[in-house]
């Protein structure tokens, strides 16, 4: 008879999200006529802008022509688009990237979950706490995390590296040496960045130890402060220890459309193995590549009128974080991250779980967000909510929080 991947027995409880779903869906059939406001998943609400829809037409319209029909993408993307990014996110940065390091894909949340497949299950594993809980949920899958334990919820085999007041949200160093470092920033859920400086500090432990960074950079859109940095490659020393992880759904609004990538540089090797060069081939192996009619609408980001267009849109979600930070404040909560980043991360008030704050929020003000708790342990007693609702919906939510 034949055995499952006894890895996924280990995974604890349902996905965040799911549950959150489900009590929100239930909440509704009890109440049909109260209008629920939600916060609380990073999905956008904007519609696509007016240049990238008309890429998306022009691309259809292609494939229905015997001579401009186009199958199976490259392996690694559509050199079109590779050379966009590449010009568009790291050239005109003063950032040498080439194609070949480019990999196209449907989206950073399956590399995050896909890229750890390239290292033995043995190596040790350090995420920020809280924590994207994809990062946890796939090294679980892979056999990476050893043991739960229930009374602290954590992993044995994990390092953690506290975010909290005490750091402003930023992990210091941690104190066991890991071989595999998760960084996300500007970060979710927390909506706190740092600086060049900070991040430069974290490249040159990675190189020292010989730890790899997998950097999730998503959000690099909202950057609003100088010294922020855009990409992990403007700090000397990245391209040997750091894959940086990039996203559509956010600065382009592609959460129903799908698209992101993943730069594996190629003087990252171990024992003198290109990881570039396997990836390369798990992702030749593996995937058959983001339509053609995606990458063209992907394109489409980086032309003139299409960075014109996005740049209002972040600025009207970015409107919305400072309408929410600003409300929350002037009610008493005691708020951080909405600078950066399209996240807003609260303290729960007079001590309460995040999960009973959840409830309190939906039941009271029919306003849903996400528990801290589900970030990790050190996301108990704080709650996080998006910028990513309309403008109306967002002013409404707070003044129905500010009345409670």
Known sequence: MYKINDNYLKLQGSYLFST?????????????????????????????????????????????????????APDLGYEFLRNAIAEGDYRTRGIDISIDEIFVSDGVKCDAGNIQELFSVDNKIAV??????????????????????????????????????????????????PDIIYL??????????????????????????KAVIIYDGAYEAYISEDEVPHTIYECEGAKNCAIELKSFSKNAGFTGVRLGYTVVPKELKCDNVSLNTLWARRHGTKYNGAPYIIQRAGEAVYSETGREQLKRQVDYYMNNA????????????????????????????????????????????????????????QGEGYFRLTAFSTYENTIEAIERIKKL
């Open 20 to 72: 959150i779903a489900k009590k929100v869906n239930n909440f509704k059939k009890n109440n049909p006529d109260n209008k629920i406001i939600s916060l609380g998943i990073g999905d956008v609400t904007q519609p696509l802008v007016p240049t990238i829809i008309n890429k998306l037409h022009h691309a259809v319209d292609e494939m229905g022509q015997v001579d401009t029909f186009k199958g199976y």
């Open 128 to 177: 920020c706490d809280p924590v994207y809980p994809v990062y946890i949920d796939t090294n679980v899958m892979a056999g990476r995390t050893g043991a739960y334990n229930t009374i602290n919820q954590r992993w044995s085999d994990v390092i953690y590296m506290p975010c909290t007041t005490d750091n402003n949200f930023a992990p210091e160093l941690p104190k066991k040496t």
């Open 184 to 209: 996300c920033f500007p970060n979710n859920p927390t909506g706190t960045a740092i600086t060049k400086d900070q991040l430069q500090g974290w490249v040159d432990y990675a190189n020292r130890v």
């Open 322 to 377: 400072k309408a929410i930070l600003e409300g929350l404040r002037s009610a008493g909560y005691s708020v951080y991250g909405g600078i950066n980043a399209p996240y807003i991360w609260c303290k729960t008030p007079n001590n309460i779980t995040s999960w009973e704050f959840f409830d309190y929020l939906l039941e009271e003000a029919n306003v849903v967000g996400t528990p801290g708790i589900g970030f990790g342990p």
